[in-house]
């Protein structure tokens, strides 16, 4: 009887180890991210621009010969803006995140003659005025 306590108590211990294996497997599967659920649009809702975007700001000297004189919101700036760089071909050829500055805008870009389009944003925004 001794000897089948002995082998019941093995074959306790190694059910044990398989369980806690089997915990382990699942502990390391339940450490996935969440999924995000998607926000459902509403069809009939549309956007309101923030204010501060649609205050008009008036451009400096140096940007008024690229955008004009009249006082624009920063969207309407930025978007005369792209028309002259596209217009004009500034574009860099190979990188096309890059603008090359012709002599209107060196001096809004600070005398650099190319800058990124990410930097650009933040030098022009250096020549309005609200």
């Known amino acids: 009887m001794a000897a089948k306590k002995a082998g019941a108590k093995k074959g306790a ?3 044990a180890a398989k369980k806690s294996s089997k915990k382990a497997a699942k502990k390391s599967s339940a450490k996935k991210a969440p999924k995000r659920a998607k926000k459902a649009k509403k069809s009939g809702a549309k956007r309101t621009p923030n ?6 700001m008036t451009p400096s000297a ?11 919101p920063r969207t309407e700036v930025t978007k005369k803006l792209w028309a002259y760089i596209k217009r004009k071909g500034l574009q ?3 990188n096309r995140r890059n603008i090359n500055a012709d002599d ?4 809004v870009f600070g005398g650099k003659s190319q800058v990124s ?4 944003t933040k030098l022009v925004n250096k020549h309005l005025k609200g």
Not at 104 to 107: A, I, V, Y
Not at 117 to 120: K, N, T, V
């Open 62 to 72: 140096q940007l008024s010969a690229v955008v004009g004189t009249t006082p624009l």
């Open 13 to 15: 211990k190694k059910g």
């Open 104 to 107: 209107n805008l060196k001096p």
């Open 51 to 56: 204010a501060a975007f649609m205050k008009p």
């Open 92 to 94: 860099d050829s190979k």
């Open 117 to 120: 389009m990410f930097e650009m």
